[in-house]
């Protein structure tokens, strides 16, 4: 990127995350300080496509930090898969004038701006999604506050079922990832953890948990299971039969990607949208903003779009500590 940026894009795509307005506010509040106009972009790369577009303002992204959800509103494009669908976006930012577009959103938010960027558009990719699976970063925006929503649902289950001394079955989202379920699995003691990356034998590390709790004198039982992993209706079965107890089932659902951001997700996306538009102040561009040890870096798209991440599997033993006394070994 040789020439002054004038005029930027900020959109949301994907799944929205708490803490996506947060960055859209940083990203715009940094942007005008820098002399730099910042447009936004509603509905994600559909609406680049189909120029869906308001002005943004210091006033207009006033009073975000603690709200949910994302003011651009997101969508999913299937045109913009195409290759008639991306020159359409690109027609957009030349009508528009764009110089960039700063991309808040998971891995297919950033394998479409690759594709932009391919076709001449620089793009800064910031990450959100509840998930936490983007590989480039240790963090995404939006995983502490979903996490916390479901701590805070399964706390209130706990209070019921162990009145009633009963099994629960909770099902959080992790289509494909389970660092959210393993998280809040730990942070709730729960009696087993279901995940779409480790598969496992179901009598031994479910079943037999229960029996080991029971046996120590526990008379309810959790277990979480990421959406990946498993139906929770289909795991309570399982439990059924095999024990004869019935669980009481629930799916927590959408309410994960909603509600005000803790202050780690708005801390967070704050810095991230400020570094974003930072690259394209000095320079550079075709990157995503990521957090490394603390600390935010840049990392090229195309190489962070090769990383993956690893759901650290240690964490299993040390859930196991807590209720069994580290009776398995995990891998």
Same mark, same amino acid.
């Given at each position: 990127m040789e020439k002054k940026v004038r005029r #930027?894009?900020?959109?949301?795509?994907? &799944?929205?995350?708490? !803490?996506?307005?947060?960055?859209? *506010?940083?990203?715009? =509040?940094?942007?005008?300080?820098? !002399? #730099?106009?910042?447009?936004?972009? =509603? *509905?994600?790369?559909?609406?680049?496509? &189909?120029?869906?577009?308001? *002005?943004m303002t210091r006033e207009s992204v006033g009073h975000l930090l603690s709200r949910g &959800? %994302?003011?651009?509103? %997101?969508? *999913?494009?299937?045109?913009?898969? %195409?290759?008639? &669908? =991306?020159?359409?976006a690109v027609n957009t930012c030349k009508m528009l004038g764009l110089d960039g577009i700063v991309a808040i959103g998971g891995d297919g938010t950033f394998r479409g701006a690759l594709e932009l960027s391919r076709l001449g558009v620089p793009v800064v990719g910031v990450p959100a999604t509840i998930d936490n699976d983007v590989g480039c970063t240790n963090y995404t925006i939006g995983f502490d506050s979903a996490c916390n929503t479901a701590i805070e649902c399964i706390d209130k289950i706990r209070d019921t079922m162990q009145s009633h001394e009963r099994c629960s079955v909770v099902e959080v989202m992790g289509r494909n990832a389970g660092f959210l379920a393993l998280y809040v699995g730990t942070a709730v003691g729960a009696t087993a953890v279901l995940v779409p990356e480790h598969v496992e034998s179901f009598e031994e590390n479910v079943i037999e948990r229960i029996r080991g709790a029971k046996l120590a004198g526990y008379t309810h039982f959790m277990v979480v299971v990421a959406e990946g992993a498993g139906n929770a209706a289909d795991v309570g079965q399982k439990i059924q039969d095999a024990l004869g107890i019935k669980p009481t089932i629930t799916v927590i659902g959408h309410i994960q990607r909603g509600g005000t951001p803790t202050g780690r997700d708005r801390e967070t996306a704050t810095r991230m949208g400020y570094y974003a538009v930072q690259a394209f102040v000095e320079g550079r561009g075709n990157c995503i903003i990521g957090t490394q040890e603390g600390s935010i870096v840049e990392i090229p798209i195309e190489e962070a779009l090769t990383r993956q991440k690893h759901l650290q599997m240690e964490r299993y033993k040390i859930m196991e500590y807590m209720q069994f006394g580290g009776s398995h070994e995990y891998q």
């Open positions: #930027i894009g900020v959109l949301t795509s994907g &799944g929205d995350a708490p !803490g996506m307005n947060a960055a859209v *506010r940083a990203v715009v =509040r940094t942007a005008i300080a820098n !002399g #730099i106009e910042c447009i936004g972009i =509603r *509905r994600g790369w559909q609406g680049l496509i &189909g120029c869906d577009f308001v *002005r &959800g %994302t003011v651009l509103y %997101t969508a *999913r494009s299937e045109e913009f898969m %195409t290759p008639e &669908g =991306r020159q359409k």
